[in-house]
């Protein structure tokens, strides 16, 4: 089953996106305009089931994705005291 999904809303938490070369995913400006907050895009070769065609890249790039995000999340920490 098709899963509708409202592209009009924008999304303010923190985001990263790995975007394989053979996948459905927009372009930069489509991607900028939801996605209010984004912490990295990388682009790679590979299709859609990226996990299973390139494990280590993508496990990479959500650690490195998630790295990005506890820096920025504590620095708002300690900014905030």
């Known amino acids: ?14 985001t990263a996106f790995a975007r394989f070369k053979y996948d459905i995913i927009g372009p930069n ?3 900028s305009d939801i996605y ?6 990388t682009d ?3 299709g859609h089931f990226a996990a299973f065609e390139n494990p280590k890249v993508l496990a990479d790039d959500i650690f ?3 790295a990005k995000m ?3 999340h ?7 005291k």
């Open 1 to 14: 089953m098709y899963c509708y999904v409202n592209f009009r809303l924008p999304v303010n938490v923190p």
């Open 70 to 72: 506890e820096l920025i």
């Open 36 to 41: 209010l907050n984004l912490i990295q895009v």
């Open 64 to 66: 490195n994705g998630i």
């Open 74 to 80: 504590g620095a708002e920490k300690s900014s905030s």
């Open 29 to 31: 400006g489509m991607i």
């Open 44 to 46: 790679y070769d590979g």
